[in-house]
């Protein structure tokens, strides 16, 4: 199975500064089948970007992703005080889907 | 606007079968489109994709899980449902149901607000 790497572990920025989140693949992705999430205690998780960069019904555009291969990066440009979460990477090109484990955008 | 409803035992003691069904409102497990999950979450772990279902019945699992677990859809009651035997402590987590349209072509898009089991005795 694919095993999704992200990094850092933990993000300490203010609001207003430019959050990258790294994820980082075993082996190549199809097609960028490649998705991030958003989760905040106690809700479930949201969709945010997924595929080549397509962002999710709703998620506003300081959101956006990238990458190819085995290497894609989640980019908030300016963080807004809602933005504060846990943000999870999925592969979803090859069977089993699998998870990376998660990097927590913090309030420095 | 779609909704994903869990339901489930609460505590369930090691070696029992846990079973946990999801409702959908304000769509079909019908559609001809989607597919149907079980996603779940250890505490403080990561997100473990467990199995989907389409309406037909076709199931899709995860090797890891696939000898303990049963997945199932009932259209009459728009629900489909989980059921995990022979369960232990490392079963313990949250678990969501959501919805993605197609199998390895997209995402998760809906999910429930997840349900939280745990095994103890």
């Known amino acids: 199975e694919i095993v999704l790497t992200q990094s850092p572990g933990t993000l300490s920025l203010s609001p207003g500064e430019r959050a990258t989140l790294s994820c980082r693949a075993s082996q190549t992705i199809i097609n960028s089948r490649l998705a991030w999430y958003q989760q905040k205690p106690g809700q479930a998780p949201s969709l945010l970007v997924y595929?080549?960069?397509i962002r999710a019904t709703g998620i506003p555009d300081r959101f956006s992703g990238s990458g190819s291969g085995t290497d894609f990066t989640l980019t908030i440009s300016r963080l807004e005080p809602e933005d504060f979460a846990v943000y999870s990477c999925q592969q979803y090109g090859d069977s089993p889907w699998t998870f990376g484990q998660g990097t927590k955008v913090e309030i420095k | 606007q779609l909704q994903l409803q869990e339901s489930g035992p609460g505590p369930v003691k090691p070696s029992e079968t846990l079973s946990l069904t999801c409702t959908v409102s304000g769509g079909s497990v019908s559609s001809r489109t989607h597919y149907w999950g079980w996603i779940r979450q250890p505490p403080g772990g990561g997100l473990e994709w467990i199995a989907s279902i389409y309406y037909s019945g076709i199931t899709y699992y995860n090797p890891s899980l696939k000898s303990r677990v049963t997945i199932s859809v009932d259209t009459s009651k728009n629900q489909f449902s989980l059921t995990l035997t022979s369960v232990t402590a490392a079963d313990t987590a949250v678990y969501s149901c959501?919805?993605?349209?197609?199998?390895?072509?997209?995402?998760?898009?809906?999910w429930g607000q997840g349900a939280l089991v745990t095994v103890s005795s």
């Open positions: 595929g080549e960069s």
């Open positions: 959501a919805r993605h349209a197609g199998m390895g072509t997209m995402p998760f898009d809906y």
